[in-house]
Every structure is written in C-alpha cells, then in structure tokens.
T-cell receptor
Framework: KNEVEQSPQNLTAQEGEFITINCSYSVGISALHWLQQHPGGGIVSLFMLSSGKKKHGRLIATINIQEKHSSLHITASHPRDSAVYICAVLSNTGNQFYFGTGTSLTVIP | NAGVMQNPRHLVRRRGQEARLRCSPMKGHSHVYWYRQLPEEGLKFMVYLQKENIIDESGMPKERFSAEFPKEGPSILRIQQVVRGDSAAYFC???????????????FGAGSRLTVL
C-alpha cells in the first residue's frame, strides 16, 4: 500500500473548467507539497502546506490534517496548466518524503 | 542561490558501461534525496543521504547502484554495468536541516536523463 494516494490518475478538462485533484496519506506528516511537472520538464514546488489553505493566482491548495487529506484546485483552467501534479508528504518521524503517483492533467482549448 | 544543480542533464551510455550522476544541493541544505522516474511512471524514492551518511537506501536496487554524499563536493549516484531498463530520469532534491528555517522545504534539480543504448 502506498503511503500517498492521489486521484484521479488522469484528468481531461475543457479550458475554463474548475479542477480538483485529491491526495490522501496514511503517515503522520510535517508538511505536504504539491508539485508540478510539465512533459519532459523539471519539477516545481507549487505549494508547501502544514495546515489550512494557500492560494497563488488561480491555484488553491487545502489540507485537512485530521482527515489526512489535501486538495489542489485550479480555477479557470488553461491549456498551459496541462502537466502532471504530484502530492508529496514529509514524514514527521524523519526526513523521508513520500510521493503520490501523480495526476496527469490535460486542458483542452 | 543557484538552486539544486544536477549534471549531466543528458547522458547516453551503452550496455555494460558506468553512469555517474551528480547533484549539488542548495546552499545550506544538508539532506539529499535521489528519485527515479521511469518513462510513463511516477517518482520512486531511491536513497536519502546526509553528508557522509546514507540514511535510507531502501529504494535502491541491491546490485549495481550506489550513492554517496562526501564531506566535500556533490552527491553522486553511480550505476555500474548499465542495462536498458536503467533508462530513466533521475531527480535529486535537497532540504535543510530540521532545526533550520524552512526545514520542510524540498527543492528539486532539473533531473538527469539517462539513455542506455
């Protein structure tokens, strides 16, 4: 069983749609990261959360520590948002990071 | 602050050769992680190192793979006698010590893409 589970695995949306990607984890954590990876590209950290909610432009990330769940929302999606979004958690018992398998998002014009 | 530097960005090797991938963590970061991403797959943890110590190598194949993070210089991931199945992107990430500001920060390098012919 993976320590971090993401859903959905693949997501196709029309430009302008509101998108939600979910992440559930089974370990105690110090922090949770949402990462973005464009095809053939590097990995960028979008958010680091330990509680509550953060917003950058059209991206919103929330976390519920009690339920061990986080969501990444994209409002007014755009084709340039097409990428793989990865949830990663930092265990609170060491410096180990655990990764979800990623959600591949395609936004169609 | 140059960020996490990985080199080479692209490496081509023939079967049986050795591959050496280097990672210089961000300034002030003493924790280094190596991950492998096979084509069409997610990131898989390989090894976690601090200076001169391997903390967790549970994700490393038992044979042909080794990693080090010496007192001076970059962390090195070494793959001996490469096979076609080793073709992948290898990402390095670094984070600061737990007691430091921003201790939960994780910064990735751009990755090294290994192709085995």
């Amino acid at each position: 069983k993976n320590e971090v589970e993401q859903s959905p695995q693949n997501l196709t949306a029309q430009e302008g749609e509101f998108i939600t990607i979910n992440c559930s984890y089974s370990v105690g954590i110090s922090a949770l990261h949402w990462l973005q990876q464009h095809p053939g590209g590097g990995i960028v950290s979008l958010f680091m959360l330990s509680s509550g909610k953060k917003k950058h432009g059209r991206l919103i990330a929330t976390i519920n520590i009690q339920e061990k769940h986080s969501s990444l929302h994209i409002t007014a999606s755009h084709p340039r948002d097409s990428a793989v979004y990865i949830c990663a958690v930092l265990s609170n018992t060491g410096n180990q990071f655990y990764f979800g398998t990623g959600t591949s998002l395609t936004v169609i014009p | 602050n140059a960020g996490v530097m990985q080199n080479p960005r692209h490496l081509v090797r023939r079967r049986g050769q050795e591959a050496r991938l280097r990672c210089s963590p961000m300034k002030g970061h003493s924790h280094v992680y190596w991950y492998r991403q096979l084509p069409e797959e997610g990131l898989k943890f390989m090894v976690y190192l601090q200076k001169e110590n391997i903390i967790d190598e549970s994700g490393m194949p038992k044979e042909r793979f080794s990693a080090e993070f010496p007192k001076e210089g970059p962390s090195i991931l070494r793959i001996q006698q490469v096979v076609r199945g080793d073709s992948a992107a290898y990402f390095c990430a670094s984070s600061p010590d737990r007691g430091n500001p921003g201790a939960n920060v994780l910064t990735f390098g751009a990755g090294s893409r290994l192709t085995v012919l």
